[in-house]
């Protein structure tokens, strides 16, 4: 079966502040979701979309799927029964920073960790929006908000760093406007086995506008970005004449015809590399320093959580000798009385 | 001297020990090799929460107290006969619990100066500073006779000496008139990949059967024939394995596979792990990161189709609130086990108590009733889980199940019961429908929602913690709240219409009306049988079922002159009773010690009414 961006579309009004990056994002999904059917053969009720709270997780009632938007943080457990309840569902769970990373965030890392397959797109606009601009465990040092109004002491999650540093077999970033590249991401996502963490930078016009400007600005993107693409040289800039080489253990950015640096010196992007030294780097690089990196950052194939239970379950069912209640009422020392 | 051989009706013995000492499975081989052998069981396995507290002190004593008969056995014995210390502290710590004159079996070795003075003992004689001169002392070097007895068996010391329960077994054995066949099989069984330890611990055991019986120290020996019990096969059970089984069972006659998110917590954890041994029955267990996933996980697999069930205890509760309220707005079927422990916080997480019923009825945001069920006996909660499956399903809602430390570690033998004789378990799950699905139109009867999958084309919707109206769209219509939150509650208040009424034993109506709810129930049973044997009009009503009542509870209620309310808490059901039947007067006895009621506090209370 073919289907439209529309068919994902609920009736539901979307009640996001005009000019939010979140409804980019949506518009991002509705369009890949009918890629994703077509390249994996699925079909619309097999799609179930989570969410936990904040402006993002209202995401599940404007789409026209199954839906759940549970509580605070713990969507990434209720995306976890979900699926290995039944592994031939497909999970998008929707999470904001406030929500993943903070009240949500051992459950965060612990699915990451048992590698379920489920898709977490992490909508990171480094403030708490629904509750009206607190800072969020992705704010900057010093931001000042409603409840830092001398500016916040301490240091911010970078989300990558945390997926990595829990083993995540699927990491990736982009940006709310760049829905071409967000589509890419997701079928990409979708094709995974395992947990897919997408961070997208998200804006947030009203309590946090233009936090992600100094990179994400249309003028300046190409030359403060990265896309990465699994097999192609780490090129980037308005020109294509920046990359990206390993010097010593550090990356660097370079000028490609400067120095005698030749395309052939730039590092090509291996994706799907187990060494997660280089992804690491690659997540962590800051701008101005380096360009953000976009795109797939890792994607690395290992056996799913949910196939393991699943797998597990069969497994011990051949073998077993108690294939019945009454069976097991029965089994071990029993006595009769005559 | 003469030995003679006593037929008694019942007796009581506990073994008590350091906590590494093994007397937790010394007192389970003694209950099994009993109830095997045809004895009604009661079992109450009372331990530190220290896996290894300091080795012989007061702190670090474990006891296992086994009630045997050959009647009705329905407590685990206020006061035991017959008492084994396997150190000082153990009998510095449980001379208390022995009846006057019973008989103590201690290991002499161990009842040296240094041992005495870490039990806190002040003098080098403990039997006249505990004033048990009166009581039968026996006196056996059980470490030197172990030793002994295994000196050729090639094993090294600590395992000689952690031997030495084996022997005291065996000696009990003997003064019990028990066979030996029945541990001999075990140790077979157990040692099955390790055969060179088979025949030494057999050897050990035969020995302490054989010096009891040669020390002529014990001058009477029990006879306790088996039990004229119902005819069927038997077997020996305790609560949280029951409860596991019982959820199987709910899983079996649904057809849903069962979901287990549970996170270890003590007196809790052997559910998950009985849980986990059975995948072969299709059972699904995770091991969550906390409380909240093991709740959370099970929610998301309710709404997936499975039979979810979370297990757990007070504290885990007090974690699990948010997202129970969660189960209940989205009206998903979810089973969650509260095995009840002292509280508040930590409290002491080894021992029992029913302090946790406010928290079941009340411990939600908003209005958020929920079902609550208890289980009365370590066999019951076999029933008390495949019913709380069956209702949560049926229903479409949460169930809360309390069990309780003493029930759940506690064991009885149980007349294996034919599952053929269960009731089905019909959720109300569709498949199709015509025109746009609203998730919560209810059924007229009882108020339940439909289950519908993802995974099947057409039912397309969302559920969540935001209120909703019936087709299933966010509201904060004020009339469509208040009207969603009527029928939430009623839909739980129905459920009266399913459950059985309440019986009461003894007197149908008269002067007092002894009320109970959960694991309490032995104690209040034969402290009633008592009662009633003295003449004393007095009935009991044992409550299963706590939200909704049963339907004839105000008509039980009514019957009696006087009421008295008995918990092992401040009063929390009588509390409710105040608030559910307010027109009557309810007196209270109450226990917060983080042990069991005993048979005569209940008698002594009743008799002051």
Redesign the interface.
Known sequence: MKYTPQDFK?D?EVKWCPGCGDHAVLASVVRAMPEVCEELNY??????F?SG?GCSSRF??YM????????HG?AT??????????P??TVWQITGDGDALAIGG??FI?AIRRNIDINIILFNNRIYGLTKGQYSPTSKLGLVTKTSPYGTVEHPFNPGALVLGARGTFFARSLDSELKLNQEIMVQAAKHDGTSVIEMLVNCVIFNDGTHLEFSDRAVREDRTIVLRHGQPMIFGKNKDKGLILDGLRLKVVNIGENGITEKDILVHDAHSDNIGIHSMLADMKYPDYPVALGVIRDVADKTYDDN?RD??IE??E????????Q???S??????? | MQHKIIDAQEVVIRFTGDSGDGMQLTGTLFADASALYGNEISTFPDYPAEIRAPQGTVAGVSGFQVHIGQTEVKTPGDYCDVLVAMNPAALKANAKWAKPGASIILDLDSFDEKGLEKAGFKTLDPIAELKLEDYHVIWAPITSLTKESLKDSGLDNKAIIRSKNMFTLGMCYFMFNRPLHFTEAYLEKKFAKKPQLIEPNKKVLRDGYNYAHNIHAIPNTYRIEPAKQELGIYRSINGNQATAWGLLAASEKSGRPLFCGSYPITPATVILEELAIHKGLGAKTLQCEDEIAGICTAIGAAYAGDFAVTTTSGPGLSLKSEALGLAMITELPLVIVDVQRSGPSTGIPTKTEQTDLNQALYGRNGECPIMVMAARSPAHCFDTAFYAGKYAMEHMMPVLMLSEGFIGNGSEPWKIPNMADYPPINPPIIDSCEGKFCPFERDPERFARKWAFPGKAGLEHRVGGLEKNEAGAVSSDPLTHEKMVAARAEKVARVANYIPELEVMGEQQGEILIIGWGGTYGHLYTATKELLSEGRSVGYAHFDYINPLPKNTEDVLKRFKKIIVCELNSGHFANYLRAKCPQFKYEQLNKIQGQPFIVKEIIDAVKSL
Do not use: C
């Open positions: 609920s539901q079909t619309k009720e097999r799609f179930v989570v709270i599940p009632y026209n799927t199954f839906g759940f938007h549970g509580i713990r457990a209720l995306s976890t029964g979900i699926k290995v309840a039944n031939t569902l051992n459950h612990h239970v597990q379950v011990v069912r073998k077993a000798k108690i294939k019945t209640v009454d097991l009422l029965h071990g020392a029993t006595w009769e009385v005559k």
